[in-house]
């Protein structure tokens, strides 16, 4: 076993949740600790209610545990943050800004923020979307991620903090339902199919966004922690890049396993979000640095997750 103590905030979240079991497998349980705002369903090890908003509840538990790394996972993410961007953009703030200080003050070895392709607007190329390309984030959730890669590089460079990040596209997991995005639908779908329902999908059926499996996601997560310092040359965040489709081409891979499966497109606010993101990730950056490869595809995933889910409906 590893010798660290990991805090892992916002831990009950869609990530979280299928984070904390691989932690505990390479750090072992006790030496994971989950923090949320809220109580788990199932707690998995040790917990603690915290709200990272809160720099001393967090001070606290950094002191108490004598944590070594920081996963932050709380966020409010593109859609719930549309419903109400100021409190938004004080909570993805406050706990980004906590989460640093804590880091820089208690001399924290390694913190992982994650970033999205929220990050992207209107102007950045639409395909294979570069390390580089243009910031102009539509949403309150992007700009709140632009400014946290811009504060992780601030601390990186002022304070020599190792703030590591990538830019995570649509997750897609059976493990727990995501949180308010607008890549959500992805998840959703399957959950639809499996119970033998019809679903009614609110993108348009050619909306194409970049979408990653959360195994993938977790490896290239663990794989960007795990790095020599010296490989880690983007401080702002690395794109990240695993499939891409549409709700159409969703919907044809999961009739594959259901041919009666029915989908129904009904477009409401989330379509401009999407309108507004990358297509396609070029994430060359990534491979080149750290050695990132995706190993699940569009029929590989649709496989993993009606699998999954028929063993949890059946
Ligand atoms: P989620 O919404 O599923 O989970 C977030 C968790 O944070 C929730 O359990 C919530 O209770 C907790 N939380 C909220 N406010 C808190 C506070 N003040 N103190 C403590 N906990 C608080 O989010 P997720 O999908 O697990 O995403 C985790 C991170 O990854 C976020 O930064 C998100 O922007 C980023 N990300 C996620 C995706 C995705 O598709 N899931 C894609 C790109 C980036
Ligand atoms: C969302 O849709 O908000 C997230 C993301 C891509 O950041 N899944």
């Known amino acids: 076993m590893k ?13 979280g949740t299928a984070l904390l079991p691989r932690l505990q497998a390479i750090y072992g349980t006790r030496s994971v600790i989950a923090a949320d705002l809220r109580r788990p369903d199932h707690e998995q090890g040790i917990f603690e209610r915290m709200d990272a908003t809160k720099a001393d509840e967090l001070a606290d538990i950094v002191r108490r545990y004598r944590v070594t790394q920081i996963y932050h996972l709380a966020a409010i993410l593109s859609a719930k943050g549309e419903s109400d961007p100021i409190w938004a953009w ?9 989460v640093l200080e804590v880091a820089r003050v208690h001399r924290i070895r390694k913190v992982f923020v994650p970033s999205s392709i929220a990050a992207f607007g209107d102007d950045a190329p639409k395909y294979e ?21 811009n504060w992780s590089l601030y601390y990186h460079k002022r304070y020599g903090l190792d703030v590591r990040s990538l ?3 649509g997750l897609i997991s059976y493990q727990s339902m995501p949180g308010g995005g607008t890549t959500d639908y992805a998840v959703a779908i399957f959950h639809a199919a499996v119970q033998g329902k019809p679903y009614d999908c609110f ?13 993938d996601a977790l490896r290239a997560t663990l794989e960007l922690m795990e790095a020599p310092e010296n490989r880690i040359k983007v401080r702002t965040s690395y794109n990240l890049a695993g499939m891409s489709f549409t709700p159409a081409e969703l ?10 499966f029915n989908v129904r497109y009904k477009p409401d606010f989330r379509q401009a979000i999407a309108d507004s993101w990358p297509k ?6 990534a491979r ?27």
């Open 3 to 15: 010798r660290e103590t990991i805090l892992v905030i916002g831990a009950n979240g869609q990530i």
């Open 280 to 285: 396609t990730i070029d994430d060359t950056v």
């Open 167 to 169: 830019r995570y596209p």
């Open 251 to 260: 919907t044809a891979s999961i009739q594959t396993y259901f041919p009666a």
């Open 203 to 215: 993108l348009s059926e050619n909306t194409m966004l970049p979408m990653m499996y959360m195994d």
């Open 90 to 98: 004080n909570l993805n703030m406050a706990t980004l800004l906590n």
């Open 288 to 314: 080149r640095d750290w050695g990132w490869k995706p190993e699940f595809d569009l029929p590989h995933m649709t496989q993993e997750m009606i699998t999954q889910l028929s063993t949890i409906y059946h």
């Open 129 to 149: 979307t570069p390390q580089t390309a243009v910031l102009d984030p539509a949403t309150v959730y992007g700009i709140s991620k632009v400014a946290a890669e």
